[in-house]
């Protein structure tokens, strides 16, 4: 082979290299609904480094998009509609960003639970649901950074979707809650698998939620699988995308097996659906 042709070769190798290194660096992020429930895509201010982007307390992830600093802000169940801000900090100073939400109206379901403790907790019950929501709280409020934030989710079992993330839910006649996840009807022992890589970063059995586990992804995406039959791995445990972490139950407060998937964003319980598509 002639020097020449060598040289030719090397360079073009290199140019796959850049172009995979670009490819492999591009945001894949979610579909943007800007309503309660949803997320914006907010494009801020910012130099060669990314800035530290703030909303309601909780740090958002950014990345890089079309040579564009863009925040990916996951929005309360709970906010109103109209106007939000988020606090944006480089090395220049620190400003707010503004951006508009609009209203959504989600629909309500009544549902029937045959044991009434689990829609009239008992006092013990009461002590134990406030320990485990701190626990719950601690790890939906994770933020690992990364240095290539990765947003991108693939649906962790095979079944039934329902399309009950924010609905307003009646318990026996009571209302409770609004529903803050994905439920996705699948036969008990049906293989959960991990959405992304992660750390697991919670486990056990919840009052409410029944075997429950939570993962880390990094950049204030955490995710968390309540009602499992099984649970296969423990907290500290690094886990790749599509590999088991658990099973399908019916633990907790429930109708039937089924998984309650649950996605967290800047701490915000965003729906699951954007980041998966419809089926």
């Not at 703030?54 to 509609?81: C, S, Y």
Request: hydrophobic share 35%.
């Amino acid at each position: 082979m002639t020097s020449t042709i060598q040289s030719r070769l090397l360079r073009f190798s290199a140019s796959l290299l850049l172009f995979a290194g670009f490819a492999a660096g591009a945001a894949v992020l979610p579909t943007e609904s800007r309503v309660p429930g949803g997320i914006a895509l907010v494009p801020v201010p910012g130099g060669e480094m990314a800035p530290t982007v703030i909303f309601n307390t909780h740090r958002v992830a950014v990345v890089r998009r079309n040579d564009q600093w863009v925040a990916v802000v996951g929005i309360p169940l709970a906010e109103k509609p109209g106007e939000l801000k988020v606090k944006v900090s480089t090395p220049q100073g620190t400003t707010e960003v503004p951006f508009r939400i609009t209203d959504k109206k989600y629909r309500t379901q009544y549902l029937t639970i045959k044991d009434q403790r689990k829609v009239e907790p008992n006092p013990d019950d009461l002590k134990r649901i406030g320990q485990e929501t701190k626990r719950s709280d601690a790890a939906l409020s994770k933020y690992t950074a990364l240095e290539t934030p990765s947003l991108q989710l693939v649906s962790p079992v095979e079944g039934v979707r329902s399309d009950s993330y924010g609905s307003r839910r009646v318990f026996n006649g009571q209302p409770r809650n609004p529903h803050s996840g994905m439920d996705i009807a699948a036969p008990k022992g049906t293989p959960i698998k991990s959405p992304a890589a992660g750390t697991v970063v919670e486990a056990g059995d919840f009052f409410f939620n029944g075997n429950t586990l939570y993962i880390d992804h990094g950049d204030g995406l955490v995710t968390m699988y309540c009602h499992l039959d099984t649970i296969k791995v423990k907290p500290g445990d690094r886990v790749d995308q599509g590999e088991l972490i658990g099973t399908v139950g019916a633990t907790g407060r429930v109708t039937g097996p089924h998984l309650h998937w649950g996605v967290a964003l800047n701490r915000a319980m965003v729906d699951p659906a954007l980041f998966i598509g419809s089926k």
